[in-house]
């Protein structure tokens, strides 16, 4: 059974463009979750995915954007990129099941901004 | 708010040694609790997790169990090994449409 797939692995980009980032989940996984990983802050929720609505958002300004495809695949968009937002982005799905949801992550996507 | 605390790192044992890493929270409802494992280069993996109090969960012989009462979810294993070192991450969701919390981790170098 594949996994979570994240792409790219790595990319650099200059203050002031924008990224997307993509994500697979696992297949039959529908909700789909980002966080944002940084040596200062740690890790960090920025928003959740359910039958292609967002459902939960983080504490993150609206230059961080996402979507989900009916396929259940996500992207997360940056908009002009800071400094600040060199991280490793992770994505995560889930099975949603009574009691504990269990989150599968995937390998991640490593953005520096020069 | 919700929140995880765990113990600082980073932590240096020798292989066999005695492993805990201390963790506890703050929570408003009745959360899961988890454990992830962050190798170098790599995402997260979920080592191990318990839903209720007195749970206890396991997994490549490592274990915690759900404390509610000194809210509180160590992880311990009795003889690590090289291949253990990594960044340990302790966590909790309250229900199953809510958002993993993570405590900051905690960095685990075993010498040979």
């Known amino acids: 059974k594949a996994g979570v797939t994240q792409t790219p692995r790595y990319l650099i980009k200059t203050r002031g463009q924008q990224v997307t980032l993509s994500c697979s989940p696992i297949?039959?996984?529908?909700?789909v979750s980002w966080y944002q990983q940084t040596p200062g802050q740690g890790l960090q929720f920025l928003f959740e995915?359910?039958?292609?609505?967002?459902?939960n958002k983080g504490n993150f300004p609206g230059r961080f954007s996402g979507r989900q495809f009916s396929n259940s695949r996500s992207e997360m968009n940056v908009s002009t990129l800071e400094l600040g937002d060199s991280a490793l982005y992770l994505c995560?799905?889930?099975?949603?099941?009574?009691?504990?949801?269990?989150?599968?992550f995937g390998a991640g996507s490593r953005l520096t901004v020069l | 708010g919700d929140s995880v605390t765990q113990m600082e790192g980073p932590v240096t044992l020798s292989e066999e040694a005695f492993l805990t890493i201390n963790c506890t929270y703050t929570?408003?409802?009745?959360?899961?609790l988890f454990w992830y494992v962050q190798y170098p280069g790599e995402g997260l993996q979920l080592l191990l997790k318990?839903?209720?109090?007195?749970d206890k969960g396991s997994n490549k012989g490592f274990e915690a169990t759900y404390r509610k009462e000194t809210t509180s979810f160590h992880l311990e294993k009795g003889s690590v090994q090289v291949s253990d070192s990594a960044v340990y991450f302790c966590?909790?969701?309250?229900?199953?449409?809510?958002?993993?919390?993570f405590g900051k981790g905690t960095k685990l170098s075993v010498k040979p």
């Open positions: 995560a799905s889930s099975l949603e099941v009574s009691g504990a949801n269990v989150l599968t």
């Open positions: 966590a909790l969701i309250i229900g199953s449409q809510g958002n993993l919390i």
């Open positions: 929570a408003t409802g009745y959360p899961s």
């Open positions: 995915y359910f039958s292609e609505t967002q459902r």
């Open positions: 318990a839903t209720k109090a007195d």
């Open positions: 297949s039959g996984h529908r909700s």
